[in-house]
């Protein structure tokens, strides 16, 4: 496994720096920061290291991005399961579903490219957090659920040299 990607932010922030290939990018984090006890719907970003597993994209946004990932477009019926007491917990689904989920086609384009990242999906743990990508921020980088965002051209960047295997690292404070 190679670590592309490290994310660093001071306790408590929202917004931290991501480095990936000898470059340092601004990046939004959960509204809750970065915390090593991640549950659903605390806001945090999780600590700790994850592969990333694929690349989603909004086809009618743009060409398929360029990478060595596997990626797939996001169709209008795609959503991810945020209930932990439903069978699919973390896990892609279609709309409509009957548990609570994230609707992945969004108007607001933070979707339009996505990156899942491999964090409580082997074993899926109940409650543990879903649903953490790295996505498209804010034009004013606020705070996300719990996910890293970029820039969309800085996003697209990373992604053209991510390889399967590659792992993103997030860091809480005073790590190393």
Same mark, same amino acid.
């Given at each position: ?7 660093? +932010? %001071? ?24 915390? @090593?006890?991640? @549950? ?12 990333? @597993? =694929?690349?989603?994209? =909004?086809?009618? @946004? ?25 069978? %699919?917990?973390?896990?892609?689904? +279609? ?10 086609? =969004? ?8 990156? $899942? ?7 899926? $743990? ?34 053209? =040299? ?15």
């Amino acid at each position: 496994m190679t670590v592309l990607i490290e994310v660093r +932010a %001071a306790r408590g922030q929202t917004q931290g720096a991501l480095t990936a290939g000898g470059r340092t990018y601004r990046c939004a984090l959960g509204a809750a920061g970065i915390r @090593r006890d991640k @549950r659903e719907g605390d806001k945090a970003t999780p600590a700790g290291t994850f592969p990333l @597993r =694929r690349v989603l994209y =909004r086809p009618d @946004r743009g060409d398929p991005p360029v990478t060595g990932l596997p990626a797939s477009g996001i169709g209008r019926h795609d959503g991810w399961c945020d209930d932990p007491a439903d069978p %699919a917990y973390n896990r892609p689904v +279609a709309l409509p579903y009957a548990a609570s989920c994230e609707t992945m086609w =969004r108007d607001d384009r933070l979707y339009d490219v996505v990156v $899942v990242l491999g964090h409580n999906d082997d074993p899926v $743990v109940p409650g543990a957090g879903s649903a953490v990508f790295l996505h498209v921020a804010k034009p004013d980088f606020g705070p996300t659920e719990g996910c890293v965002a970029l820039a969309r051209e800085d996003l697209l960047e990373i992604v053209r =040299r991510a390889r399967p295997g590659d792992e993103i690292r997030i860091a809480a404070e005073n790590e190393d």
